[in-house]
């Protein structure tokens, strides 16, 4: 059964069998996008078996009656060098200057991975901050050969040294953050890094490797991201995934920046356009897609996040946490009691604005983590 026979059945949906489904479709997608390049289709290969193996085990752990999500958000620091116009991160006090205190170290991000492996994770997305503050945690992520780790980069930190550590270990998958065309990036992430990542690009190709970019979708940007011109640049740097990401409002007087119905539509129809005609690059949409998974996916539906200090948290845009992985497993993390309320209590269901449909209902969020506080207290 297709993705799209499944998301058409009104009764009897199986999230775990549609996500693992779409993981399989996109990996031979990226199969077919990089089959001129034998060294990069070889661990592409190799990994489709790893992926469908921790599929076996995500299926018996939910035939058992436990649900483990395909992928984990983990954000390995919060320090970041750039000052991003709108960036939710640091209007939600999760991102800083300096280096962060009491972040999760090395080794135990290393014992998260592993945890995860063992359920069956097949993806973990490094982000941040800026993740390549931490190459240590991007050494050991490279380690797990297992577990592909698309890592979201500004790009500013992309050294020899990177480039010889993601081209030795092929599972680090370089997503570099862009917004536009050259005015439209430096407007929102500064001066210079337009062209930083078009030189980061060339290095990349030049090496045969696999990267893709990660765009922020706005009401302002919308046209000249999916344009023909911008997506060609992309490809012809050897770019082979493109995520697109809805703007998360930051305040309420940021909400027009959010693509309402009409954009939402037109994004969706445009990506429906690119991936059946230009098939040299895979695009996912985020929220886009969660809609024909039958809602949000956050909360350990189909992911969920780890702050740099170990809070298992819904996702990034929604920074709420009642456990921390430095002080107890990753299974249970993934069924914390906050986890459970949302999963269970119709939170995730809903349509929303913009990026989260945790951001509308934030005030209902702290309502249960506040609950959950008391019970504990009294406990």
């Excluded at 390049?37 to 299926?59: H, Q």
């Excluded at 082979?240 to 920046?257: G, M, N, W």
């Excluded at 956050?298 to 430095?326: K, L, M, Q, T």
């Excluded at 119709?346 to 209902?361: A, Q, R, S, V």
């Amino acid at each position: 059964m297709t993705p799209k026979e499944m998301m058409n059945m009104n009764e009897g949906f199986d999230l775990q069998a549609y996500l693992t489904e779409c993981v399989e479709q996109l990996m031979t997608d990226i199969l077919k996008a990089t089959f001129r390049n034998p060294r990069k289709s070889a661990y592409m290969a190799k990994f489709t078996l790893a992926a469908r193996s921790a599929a076996v085990k995500r299926e018996r752990a939910e035939a058992s009656g436990e649900h483990i999500p395909t992928f984990l958000i983990a954000s390995i620091t919060s320090q970041c060098n750039l000052h991003c116009a709108g960036c939710y991160s640091r209007c939600n006090h999760a991102t800083v200057d300096g280096e962060p205190v009491r972040q999760l170290t090395g080794t135990e991000w290393a014992r998260v991975f592993d945890e995860a492996e063992e359920l069956g994770v097949s993806f973990i997305l490094l982000a941040g901050g800026e993740p390549m503050l931490r190459r240590d945690v991007i050494e050991e992520a490279g380690k797990k050969q297992n577990i592909l780790f698309p890592v979201f980069t500004n790009g500013t930190f992309m050294d020899k040294k990177y480039f010889d550590l993601l081209d030795r270990s092929r599972n680090l998958i370089p997503i570099l953050s862009i917004e536009g065309e050259k005015e439209t990036t430096d407007a929102r992430r500064g001066s210079g890094v337009y062209d930083r990542l078009v030189s980061n690009m060339d290095e990349l190709q030049q090496r045969g490797m696999i990267f893709g970019a990660s765009v922020t979708v706005t009401t302002q940007n919308i046209q000249e991201v999916t344009s023909d011109v911008f997506l060609k640049r992309l490809s012809d740097k050897g770019c082979k995934a493109v995520i697109f990401v809805e703007y998360v409002p930051v305040s309420d007087d940021s909400i027009e920046l959010a693509p309402g119905d009409k954009e939402r539509e037109y994004l969706k129809n445009r990506i429906d356009c690119l991936r059946n005609e230009h098939s040299e690059m895979v695009y996912i949409s985020f929220p886009g897609d969660e809609k024909e998974t039958g809602g949000c996916v956050a909360a350990g539906r189909g992911f969920f996040h780890i702050n740099s200090h170990g809070g298992a948290e819904p996702c990034p845009f929604s920074p709420y946490s009642d456990i921390n992985v430095r002080d107890t497993s990753l299974r249970e993390a993934i069924n914390s009691r906050l986890f459970r309320e949302l999963r269970d209590g119709g939170y995730l269901l809903e349509d929303h604005i913009g990026g989260c449909t945790l951001f509308e209902k934030r005030h209902q969020v702290e309502k249960i983590i506040a609950e959950g506080k008391a019970q504990t207290n009294i406990g």
